[in-house]
């Protein structure tokens, strides 16, 4: 079950080619503990790798990599709800497409987002104003250091804006082999970002009739159009947070770039990290093996299969630039390892 030194580049979407010293593929939580223990017996570091669509691959990993592929889904109807219960090596996409087929509400904003669901909790994945804490009920993760299955609430999650407690002092301590999710029966369509508004306008759609499959296939073109498909050029989705500023320097901003995109969020103003990118002239360059995409400056693509390094040096420029330029610090999604 246990191979050593493989490739890594089939196993990330941004195709780096790192090699893991230890490679495990488990279809199960017990193959899991098995793997799992035989890591502990050597101290060696542990990486869980689903679809690998949210990770930056730095250098060569040192310990196990352990590629989730623990599939099974359930969707139950309850009293006032739904509950999803799915495997961590489940397909986000298809998941969400099992759901609106059925007529089920509450992911369909979600769609076409890369990945599995076991690594949907440690981003808090989110689009068109929808995140998975909305649905969220709780997950099922091993305890490394000890072997333990742990229940996570979603209080205990930590939720926050492409955050939770597993990318923070949970970090690499857990690895999730389950998730629960609840669908309410009273859903509502949720179509106010203005891309979402825009589709609905130009192809005729009455928005008063809404299911959850036409937001969901409203959702799905929008993303096919300025997206990137990770299986034609490698990336990993969005590469930068929207950074959150003080109304002060939205302010500053404001005034110098009346077209600014920003959200209100509370007492704070959310911006839009791909105008930001986009306005400081990023769109479309190449740095060597790697760059911007032409459509989507929030993407990063690496085209010409560059290294880690090469991937984390341009992002590392961008984010310098950006903040030599309007005083915005911008903050990676992916989670970079070693």
Known sequence: MIQADVDLQQYNTLAIAARAAHFARVESRDQLLEVVAFARSRGLPVLPLGGGSNIVLTEDFPGLVVHLDIRHLE?????????????????????????????????ENLALIPGRIGAAPIQNIGAYGVELRDTFHSLEALHVATGEMHTFSASECEF???????????????????????LPEDWYPRVDYPALQQYLRDHQVDSSGL??????????????????????IPNAGSFFKNPVVSPELYQKLKRHHPDLVAYEVGSRWKLAAGWLIDRAGWRGRMHGPVGVHERQALVLVNPGRGSGAEV??????????IRARFGVELEPEPRFYP
Do not use: C
């Open 211 to 232: 299911t959850p499959r036409d937001v969901a296939d409203a959702v799905i073109a929008v993303r096919q159009s300025k997206l990137p498909d990770p299986q034609t």
């Open 312 to 321: 984390t040096g341009l992002a590392r420029e961008i984010a310098d630039d």
């Open 160 to 182: 926050g804006y492409r955050d939770s407690v597993f990318k923070g002092r949970a970090r690499d301590q857990y690895i999730i082999t389950e998730v629960r999710l609840r």
């Open 75 to 107: 969707l139950d109807e309850q009293e006032g709800a739904v509950e999803v219960v799915a495997g961590a090596g489940e397909n986000w996409h298809q998941l969400v497409m099992a759901t609106v087929e059925r007529g089920y509400g509450g992911l």
